[in-house]
């Protein structure tokens, strides 16, 4: 008697590497009900691979438009469920569809084909195969070039990555093929701190020795050709001993002006406008500012918009209120964390310099990172609570209430790929509605002062 294969989600969580799951990642399954497709998420390492599981076609929709995913899988127990999930699916972005766990006929592989899929799986495909031509189909995506960015907007700074060019003001600024390029990787990464070693790796390709003073006489020079100064910077900032930070938000616009471009477009507007009246209908309903916080980190994490999220509340310390960093910050609510952890902060603790959140109270401006878990010199209580959760890029926004800082909110990813200009922009939208319901609440009577 042969032996029993174990089921597909068994086999491919013992055959999925993390490795391979952070090349999939974000991933998003959309399974019928009640089929073997709707069980396909797995354990790797500390996180669920796929990242987000939805069990029908709209929901899914809002999903995958919110997050830069990088790959759809699409299964269920009917040809005419996955065909127009499939169809409901292809218009809202460029990411590949792929059809697994789903019995299928010849001429129906051709239909499923046209509908919009870029891979359909036989349902009898062992784990081996499926993970191969998923992570072959997730390589092949990376290539495709239709939706570069060809320039980037910041005030009257612009670059023309396809030219090389870069123009303030209506003038030509010359720079140099590093400068270029070191201008070009900052603007990527608008309002995010890259580390000295990050920028050194990407635009000189050094993967070892000290290369800052070369990175120091460069950002020299691009500041005093924009006009830029170390002491009071309007373009280029610098956190010392971790390393630079392009000062003003950038949009990004592309070559493509063509209509599936402009359906996804559409699409993610849809679903940020549907998922911001939620947010407000249920922080207007919130009775209380803790209720506020627990709708906004669940709202964040179940519609897709991050792994986790957090919100701290600053309390300030009366016996020394002149200095904005002296006191300890409080846990208010949290989603997508672990219990563990929950536990581990529940007594808040003090601010510190080894705390990120101490960068949000100091300055009162976002604070945006790629890899939060690799900062462990600089912010290394945030570090190690990030490596332990496997969470890496982070974005944290102050919330204001009657001119002073409220707290943070904190939105987390377990990828380390930095948000995107566009998802850090709606995020901070949503932090600006969040801080005018904790303002609401402070001003019911018989409420206490923010």
Known sequence: ???????????????????????????LLCGEPGSTAARLQVRVGRTNWPTLVRQDATGAVQAATVRDTRLVLVGGRSFGWVHQAVRTLRPAGRFPIAVLATDVQPEQVLTLLDAGANLVLESHA?????????????????????????????????????????????????????????????????????????????????????????????????????????VRPQWIGSVRGVGYQFLPPVAELGDDRGSDRLRESMALLNAQADALKAL???????????????????????????????????DLDQTDPLRRTAGASRLVASAGMSARWQQSISTGHPISDGFLGAEVYSSGKVVQLRDMSGLAKRFPFTARMSYDEDLHACVLFPLHVHGLIWGDLAFVSRTDRAFTPARTAFLRTVAGVVSLAFAAQAGRPGAHDA
């Open 1 to 27: 008697m042969a032996p029993t294969s174990p089921p597909i989600d068994q086999a491919i969580g013992r055959l999925l590497r993390p490795r391979d799951a952070a090349l999939m990642s974000p991933a």
């Open 126 to 230: 062992g784990a081996r195969e499926v993970l191969a031509r998923l992570l072959a189909l997730c390589r092949s995506s990376l290539g495709d070039s239709g939706g570069q960015v060809r320039w980037l907007h910041a005030g009257e700074l612009r670059l023309d990555l396809a030219a090389r060019r870069c123009v303030l003001a209506e003038t030509p600024i010359p720079l140099g093929h590093n400068e270029f390029d070191l201008l070009a990787y900052l603007m990527g990464r608008s309002q995010q701190v890259v580390p000295q070693h990050e920028i050194l790796q990407q635009v000189w390709g050094w993967r070892q020795g000290d290369g800052s003073n070369t990175l120091r006489i460069h950002i020299g020079r691009l500041r005093r050709k924009l006009g830029d100064t170390a």
């Open 280 to 314: 407000v209908d249920g922080v207007t309903a919130a009775a209380d500012e803790t209720a506020v916080a627990e709708t906004v980190v669940q709202w964040a994490v179940d519609r897709g918009f991050s792994d986790a999220a957090t919100v701290f509340r600053f």
